[in-house]
């Protein structure tokens, strides 16, 4: 029998497979109507809390300004305690204006009834600054 930790620790597992496929509708179905994304740093655009249909949009725009349709997340470690998942992550994708964006992170889920109901998202700004923002 597996406990509330493995199953959390599922549930981010799928979450993050269905981010990877760019299907914008499957993420937010994995998330609780009242989810919560926050992301580090001042990045215009993506810093800060969203709630989830602010969230839609910034992944909408992310995936549109993608060769791909979305950006691959490699989980690379988990850590589980209680509702709380930690996940060391890398990503990958590749720009139409053809820059590379290969990011590394800490994200840190809370998950409440086998969904996502809140995400803290640490990164490397200033990588994202240059790949998504800067001219």
């Known amino acids: 029998m597996s406990t509330p930790e ?11 497979e269905v981010f990877t496929s760019g299907d914008v ?6 998330m609780t109507d009242d989810a919560t994304w926050w992301v580090a740093g001042t990045i215009p655009g993506i810093s800060g809390t ?3 249909a602010g969230f839609k949009d910034m992944v909408s725009g992310i995936a549109e300004s993608t060769t791909s349709g979305a950006i691959r997340l490699t989980p690379l470690a988990f850590t589980a305690e209680g509702d709380r998942v930690a996940v060391e992550t890398e990503s ?3 720009l139409r204006n053809g ?4 990011n590394l992170y800490h994200f840190l889920f809370t998950v409440r009834d086998g969904k996502i109901s809140s ?5 490397d700004t200033e990588h994202t600054t240059a790949v998504f923002v800067t001219p």
């Open 25 to 30: 509708d499957g993420i937010l179905s994995r």
């Open 50 to 52: 969203k709630d989830r």
């Open 6 to 16: 493995e199953r959390n620790k599922q549930t981010v597992t799928e979450f993050m």
């Open 99 to 102: 820059r590379v964006y290969n």
């Open 119 to 123: 995400v803290k998202e640490y990164l």
């Open 92 to 94: 990958y994708t590749e």
